[in-house]
T-cell receptor, first 113, second 114 residues
Protein backbone atom coordinates (compact mmCIF):
# COMPACT_ATOMS: atom_id res chain seq x y z
CA UNK A 1 0.00 0.00 0.00
CA UNK A 2 0.92 3.67 -0.05
CA UNK A 3 3.60 4.57 2.43
CA UNK A 4 3.75 8.31 1.91
CA UNK A 5 1.19 10.70 3.33
CA UNK A 6 0.69 14.36 4.10
CA UNK A 7 -0.43 16.03 7.30
CA UNK A 8 -2.67 18.72 5.82
CA UNK A 9 -4.80 18.56 2.67
CA UNK A 10 -4.99 22.36 2.22
CA UNK A 11 -2.84 25.35 3.10
CA UNK A 12 -3.72 28.99 2.58
CA UNK A 13 -1.09 31.75 2.89
CA UNK A 14 -0.72 35.42 2.12
CA UNK A 15 1.47 36.54 -0.75
CA UNK A 16 4.96 37.20 0.51
CA UNK A 17 4.70 34.85 3.49
CA UNK A 18 6.75 31.69 3.81
CA UNK A 19 4.95 28.36 3.28
CA UNK A 20 5.73 25.04 4.90
CA UNK A 21 4.26 21.84 3.49
CA UNK A 22 4.77 18.64 5.46
CA UNK A 23 4.97 14.99 4.53
CA UNK A 24 5.26 11.80 6.56
CA UNK A 25 6.59 8.56 5.19
CA UNK A 26 6.55 5.12 6.71
CA UNK A 27 9.06 3.12 4.66
CA UNK A 28 12.37 3.43 6.47
CA UNK A 29 14.08 1.84 3.46
CA UNK A 30 13.23 4.82 1.25
CA UNK A 31 16.40 6.64 0.33
CA UNK A 32 15.34 9.26 -2.17
CA UNK A 33 12.59 11.85 -1.97
CA UNK A 34 11.16 14.36 -4.42
CA UNK A 35 8.74 17.24 -4.14
CA UNK A 36 6.48 17.84 -7.13
CA UNK A 37 4.20 20.75 -7.99
CA UNK A 38 1.05 20.06 -9.97
CA UNK A 39 -0.99 22.86 -11.48
CA UNK A 40 -4.51 22.29 -12.72
CA UNK A 41 -4.59 20.36 -15.98
CA UNK A 42 -0.88 19.63 -15.96
CA UNK A 43 1.37 16.79 -14.95
CA UNK A 44 3.55 16.91 -11.84
CA UNK A 45 6.59 19.15 -12.19
CA UNK A 46 9.85 18.45 -10.36
CA UNK A 47 10.71 21.05 -7.70
CA UNK A 48 13.51 19.66 -5.58
CA UNK A 49 14.89 16.34 -4.41
CA UNK A 50 16.93 15.04 -1.51
CA UNK A 51 18.80 11.82 -0.81
CA UNK A 52 18.71 10.09 2.52
CA UNK A 53 22.34 10.93 3.29
CA UNK A 54 21.35 14.61 3.54
CA UNK A 55 19.04 16.45 5.94
CA UNK A 56 18.66 19.72 4.05
CA UNK A 57 18.83 20.90 0.49
CA UNK A 58 18.18 24.36 -0.88
CA UNK A 59 17.01 25.52 -4.27
CA UNK A 60 15.73 28.79 -5.59
CA UNK A 61 13.19 29.96 -2.96
CA UNK A 62 12.63 26.34 -1.87
CA UNK A 63 14.22 24.24 0.85
CA UNK A 64 13.59 20.59 1.62
CA UNK A 65 14.24 19.21 5.09
CA UNK A 66 14.50 15.50 5.84
CA UNK A 67 14.24 14.06 9.33
CA UNK A 68 14.88 10.35 9.09
CA UNK A 69 14.44 9.82 12.81
CA UNK A 70 10.74 10.63 12.64
CA UNK A 71 10.35 9.89 8.92
CA UNK A 72 9.31 13.44 8.10
CA UNK A 73 9.88 15.58 5.04
CA UNK A 74 9.01 19.24 4.57
CA UNK A 75 9.05 21.76 1.75
CA UNK A 76 9.60 25.39 2.60
CA UNK A 77 8.75 28.04 0.03
CA UNK A 78 10.12 31.51 0.73
CA UNK A 79 8.20 34.66 -0.22
CA UNK A 80 5.26 32.70 -1.61
CA UNK A 81 3.82 34.08 -4.83
CA UNK A 82 0.42 33.61 -6.50
CA UNK A 83 2.16 31.43 -9.11
CA UNK A 84 3.03 28.99 -6.35
CA UNK A 85 -0.65 28.08 -5.97
CA UNK A 86 -0.88 24.39 -6.86
CA UNK A 87 -1.05 20.92 -5.33
CA UNK A 88 2.26 19.75 -3.89
CA UNK A 89 3.18 16.07 -3.62
CA UNK A 90 6.03 14.38 -1.92
CA UNK A 91 7.21 11.14 -3.45
CA UNK A 92 9.61 8.51 -2.20
CA UNK A 93 11.73 5.94 -3.89
CA UNK A 94 13.47 2.85 -2.60
CA UNK A 95 16.41 1.88 -4.74
CA UNK A 96 16.64 -1.75 -5.71
CA UNK A 97 13.91 -3.62 -7.53
CA UNK A 98 11.84 -1.50 -9.86
CA UNK A 99 12.91 1.80 -8.24
CA UNK A 100 9.47 3.28 -8.60
CA UNK A 101 8.25 6.56 -7.14
CA UNK A 102 5.44 6.31 -4.57
CA UNK A 103 3.38 9.48 -4.18
CA UNK A 104 1.47 10.85 -1.23
CA UNK A 105 -2.02 12.38 -1.47
CA UNK A 106 -0.95 16.01 -1.87
CA UNK A 107 -1.44 19.41 -0.23
CA UNK A 108 -3.29 22.16 -2.04
CA UNK A 109 -1.53 25.49 -1.55
CA UNK A 110 -3.54 28.66 -2.12
CA UNK A 111 -1.73 31.99 -2.13
CA UNK A 112 -3.92 34.99 -1.41
CA UNK A 113 -2.90 38.36 -2.92
CA UNK B 1 14.02 19.43 -25.49
CA UNK B 2 10.45 18.38 -26.26
CA UNK B 3 8.47 17.06 -23.32
CA UNK B 4 6.43 13.92 -22.88
CA UNK B 5 3.52 13.97 -25.31
CA UNK B 6 0.19 12.36 -24.51
CA UNK B 7 -3.05 12.07 -26.42
CA UNK B 8 -5.92 12.51 -26.28
CA UNK B 9 -6.16 15.22 -23.59
CA UNK B 10 -9.72 14.27 -22.71
CA UNK B 11 -11.92 11.24 -23.29
CA UNK B 12 -15.48 10.47 -22.25
CA UNK B 13 -16.76 6.92 -22.70
CA UNK B 14 -19.59 4.77 -21.41
CA UNK B 15 -18.88 1.94 -19.02
CA UNK B 16 -18.00 -1.35 -20.69
CA UNK B 17 -16.51 0.48 -23.69
CA UNK B 18 -12.82 0.33 -24.51
CA UNK B 19 -10.33 3.19 -24.67
CA UNK B 20 -6.67 3.66 -25.53
CA UNK B 21 -4.15 6.30 -24.54
CA UNK B 22 -0.93 7.12 -26.32
CA UNK B 23 2.39 8.37 -24.96
CA UNK B 24 5.55 9.56 -26.71
CA UNK B 25 8.41 9.93 -24.20
CA UNK B 26 11.37 12.26 -24.37
CA UNK B 27 13.77 11.13 -27.07
CA UNK B 28 16.40 8.79 -25.70
CA UNK B 29 14.56 8.01 -22.47
CA UNK B 30 14.69 4.27 -21.92
CA UNK B 31 12.28 4.08 -19.00
CA UNK B 32 8.57 4.83 -19.36
CA UNK B 33 5.90 4.86 -16.68
CA UNK B 34 2.10 4.97 -16.69
CA UNK B 35 0.46 6.42 -13.59
CA UNK B 36 -3.21 6.66 -12.66
CA UNK B 37 -4.28 9.74 -10.72
CA UNK B 38 -7.77 9.67 -9.24
CA UNK B 39 -9.20 13.08 -8.34
CA UNK B 40 -7.81 14.33 -5.04
CA UNK B 41 -5.12 11.67 -4.81
CA UNK B 42 -1.49 11.29 -5.72
CA UNK B 43 -0.45 9.40 -8.85
CA UNK B 44 -0.27 5.61 -8.56
CA UNK B 45 2.10 3.61 -10.72
CA UNK B 46 0.38 1.18 -13.07
CA UNK B 47 3.27 -0.10 -15.16
CA UNK B 48 6.95 0.59 -15.78
CA UNK B 49 8.83 -0.24 -18.98
CA UNK B 50 12.57 -0.42 -19.52
CA UNK B 51 12.98 -0.11 -23.30
CA UNK B 52 10.26 -2.49 -24.56
CA UNK B 53 10.28 -4.80 -21.54
CA UNK B 54 7.99 -4.64 -18.50
CA UNK B 55 9.85 -3.99 -15.23
CA UNK B 56 6.90 -3.65 -12.87
CA UNK B 57 3.19 -4.17 -13.52
CA UNK B 58 2.23 -5.30 -10.05
CA UNK B 59 -0.50 -2.64 -9.68
CA UNK B 60 -1.95 -2.98 -13.17
CA UNK B 61 -5.48 -4.51 -13.16
CA UNK B 62 -4.58 -7.06 -15.79
CA UNK B 63 -8.12 -8.31 -16.28
CA UNK B 64 -9.00 -5.02 -17.99
CA UNK B 65 -5.83 -2.96 -18.45
CA UNK B 66 -3.04 -3.67 -20.91
CA UNK B 67 -0.02 -1.72 -22.07
CA UNK B 68 2.67 -2.13 -24.62
CA UNK B 69 5.77 -0.33 -25.72
CA UNK B 70 6.68 -1.66 -29.11
CA UNK B 71 10.17 -0.76 -30.35
CA UNK B 72 10.97 0.79 -26.98
CA UNK B 73 9.68 4.26 -27.84
CA UNK B 74 5.94 5.08 -27.91
CA UNK B 75 3.54 3.34 -25.57
CA UNK B 76 -0.18 2.71 -25.46
CA UNK B 77 -2.35 1.96 -22.44
CA UNK B 78 -5.69 0.28 -23.05
CA UNK B 79 -8.71 -0.32 -20.85
CA UNK B 80 -11.27 -2.91 -21.91
CA UNK B 81 -13.96 -2.91 -20.62
CA UNK B 82 -13.96 0.36 -18.68
CA UNK B 83 -15.61 0.74 -15.29
CA UNK B 84 -16.87 3.87 -13.56
CA UNK B 85 -13.96 3.71 -11.10
CA UNK B 86 -11.48 4.02 -13.96
CA UNK B 87 -12.34 7.72 -14.21
CA UNK B 88 -9.02 9.41 -13.58
CA UNK B 89 -6.12 11.22 -15.19
CA UNK B 90 -3.65 8.85 -16.81
CA UNK B 91 -0.15 10.25 -16.68
CA UNK B 92 2.82 9.09 -18.68
CA UNK B 93 6.36 9.82 -17.50
CA UNK B 94 9.81 8.99 -18.78
CA UNK B 95 13.35 8.99 -17.47
CA UNK B 96 16.76 8.42 -18.99
CA UNK B 97 17.05 5.04 -17.32
CA UNK B 98 16.00 3.26 -14.15
CA UNK B 99 18.89 4.70 -12.23
CA UNK B 100 17.97 8.22 -13.27
CA UNK B 101 15.75 10.06 -10.88
CA UNK B 102 14.70 12.73 -13.30
CA UNK B 103 11.13 11.77 -14.13
CA UNK B 104 9.40 14.05 -16.65
CA UNK B 105 5.62 13.84 -16.75
CA UNK B 106 3.25 14.55 -19.59
CA UNK B 107 0.06 16.57 -19.08
CA UNK B 108 -2.05 13.44 -18.91
CA UNK B 109 -5.29 12.17 -20.40
CA UNK B 110 -8.41 12.86 -18.36
CA UNK B 111 -10.79 9.90 -18.68
CA UNK B 112 -14.42 10.12 -17.64
CA UNK B 113 -16.45 6.92 -17.62
CA UNK B 114 -20.21 7.46 -17.50
Amino acid sequence: GESVGLHLPTLSVQEGDNSIINCAYSNSASDYFIWYKQESGKGPQFIIDIRSNMDKRQGQRVTVLLNKTVKHLSLQIAATQPGDSAVYFCAEMTRGGSEKLVFGKGTKLTVNP
Amino acid sequence: EAGVAQSPRYKIIEKRQSVAFWCNPISGHATLYWYQQILGQGPKLLIQFQNNGVVDDSQLPKDRFSAERLKGVDSTLKIQPAKLEDSAVYLCASSLDRASYGYTFGSGTRLTVV
